[in-house]
Nanobody
Framework: QLHLVESGGGSVQSGGTLELSCLVS????????MGWFRQVQGKQREAVAA???????RFAGSVQGRFQIFELKYRKTLYLRMNIVKPEDTAMYYC????????????????????WGQGTQVTVSS
């Protein structure tokens, strides 16, 4: 099982930029997916962005064109670069990993992710 630790959350003004990091400990799966999810208190957790070991990337429509997801394997770290942030991006952000590549299609299935971090809070002020 992997151990994931997020960092980089905080407060940022609308229109600004924030970069989240997720440090991965343990033996990474030979084929894998990694992703970012977010949750507002009282609401269902939603997928934000994901990538896999085959080089595929996927984004939620609400962040497409604003957010970037990338990994630095030598640092064992996943990143989420949040550009042009909006107040509606305010949430707890979670990093997750799963033991297979993303399924064919456009969605990011939460059930495919088996390892989760504790989350980092992002607050966007208007």
């Amino acid at each position: 099982q992997l151990h994931l630790v997020e960092s980089g959350g905080g407060s940022v003004q609308s229109g600004g930029t924030l970069e989240l990091s997720c440090l991965v400990s343990g033996e990474m799966y030979s084929s894998y997916s990694m992703g970012w999810f977010r949750q507002v208190q009282g609401k269902q957790r939603e997928a934000v962005a994901a990538l896999d070991s085959d080089g595929h990337e996927r984004f939620a429509g609400s962040v497409q064109g604003r957010f970037q997801i990338f990994e630095l394997k030598y640092r064992k770290t996943l990143y989420l670069r949040m550009n042009i942030v909006k107040p509606e991006d305010t949430a707890m952000y979670y990093c997750a990993a799963g033991p297979d590549v993303l399924e064919y299609g456009w969605s990011i299935k939460e059930s495919a992710f088996t390892d989760w971090g504790q989350g980092t809070q992002v607050t966007v002020s208007s």
